[in-house]
């Protein structure tokens, strides 16, 4: 399991590990996040290339919640690699939500 940070210097943002992944993951300060959400709090998506499910961690999946468009690209534990996310992207939330990641 992959950590995160809210400091975009963290070296930890380049690491990647043998399983793909990054040693961490940027997410918005507790306090940004604090401020509200303007998406529910989802933590599991379907990428549509391979129709496999990962689900995530509760910081990053609230950064989505407060910020929907934060991040250009997340992982697919199948692939094991990063896909863009977004309107055009290969992403969407498990049921009942079926909307794309990034949106
Ligand atoms: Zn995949």
Redesign the pocket.
Known sequence: MSGTTDDRNDPGLRDIGPDGMQDKYLVLSEEERAKGFVRPVRRSYR?L????VTTMGQAIAETYARDPGFYGATY?A??RGH?PVGKDGEFVWLAPYDSKVGT
């Open positions: 990428h290339i391979c129709g496999g697919c199948t692939c896909y």
